[in-house]
């Protein structure tokens, strides 16, 4: 485990998945992260890399070869080296392997790079093609926060609160899948929690305005400030009766309904030439 810590937060990463456990702050004691429980969700802020979401009968197709990866893909699962840990940051690093070429046929190094900055967390991805073929990548973040955060209340007690009113459609999902726009917003700001929410599966948003958005309740004054402006997509999940909520910013989707499995084709893929190197951040900030 690797310990990150400041005045305001201590902070606790895991080098499997380099996978948050832990965020508190010292001030008050308040745990910020869910702390799984594998009756609902045994996770607590995975990295999804080289997939967001699920892929059509988890299968993608490149160069007229079938790839098999699971839903989120595997930077889960595998262990990263500490490349970097020093107070109030830390760089886990993972590179390509014959285990990841045999699912993903691409040369790489993904590094994740938490800063602490007084009550901010800030989370860094760092991609490095070091093929000699264009790389094709989608990559988000999962990060399941408490509710209640405070722990007399109630999870119906919370909302969130986005930073402009939105109209934004929600997408459904079917088996995983993105199906169909379902009106969402009217031109609102706020969502209120409650566990029915996501019986139908996550809240995915691709046409938000909005850059932030804080988890609060009006009955107690810790909340979280979470910035996905680096980010295009947007999910908010929780698993059924459970806790938490996940924001989860995605550079990357689940496949459509209708997708064809070609991985080049697929909605929200990056693409990075050989050589370079692609960044993207979010942040929160803890009160």
């Not at 691709?206 to 107690?220: D, I, P, T, Y």
Request: charged fraction near 20%.
């Amino acid at each position: 485990m690797i310990v990150l810590c400041n005045t305001d937060l201590k902070v606790v990463i895991q080098t499997k998945g380099a996978e948050l456990q832990s965020i508190c702050a010292l001030a008050t004691g308040i745990e910020y992260l869910w702390q799984a429980d594998e009756r609902f969700w045994n996770k607590k802020s995975p990295v999804l890399f080289p997939i967001v979401g699920q892929l059509q009968e988890d299968t993608y197709e490149y160069q007229n070869n079938n790839y098999n990866m699971l839903r989120h893909g595997f930077a889960r699962d595998r262990v990263f080296e500490v490349e970097y840990a020093d107070g109030t940051e830390a760089t886990f690093l993972l590179c390509s392997d014959a285990q990841t070429l045999a699912v993903y046929p691409f040369n790489f190094q993904l590094r994740l790079h938490y800063l602490l900055e007084g009550n901010k967390l800030m989370v860094n991805y760092d991609v490095k093609n070091t093929g000699i073929n264009t790389m094709y990548f989608s990559i988000g973040g999962h990060p399941a926060f408490k509710v209640p955060i405070a722990n007399h209340l109630t999870y119906d007690d919370y909302f969130l609160e986005f930073n402009h009113a939105e109209h934004a459609n929600r997408y459904s999902l079917q088996n995983g899948l993105i199906d169909k726009p379902i009106p969402f917003f009217n031109y609102n700001k706020q969502v209120h929690l409650n566990h029915k929410l996501f019986y139908g599966d996550a809240l995915v948003f691709k046409e938000l305005q909005s850059q932030q958005v804080v988890l609060k309740s009006n009955k107690h004054s810790a909340a979280i400030h979470f910035n996905f402006q680096e980010f295009p997509y947007l999910g908010i999940w929780a698993a059924k009766d459970a806790d938490f909520i996940c924001i989860e910013p995605w550079h990357g989707i689940a496949d459509s309904t209708t997708h064809n499995k070609k991985f080049i084709q697929k909605e929200g893929v990056l693409s990075l030439q050989a050589g370079n190197r692609w960044q993207a951040a979010w942040h929160v900030i803890f009160n």
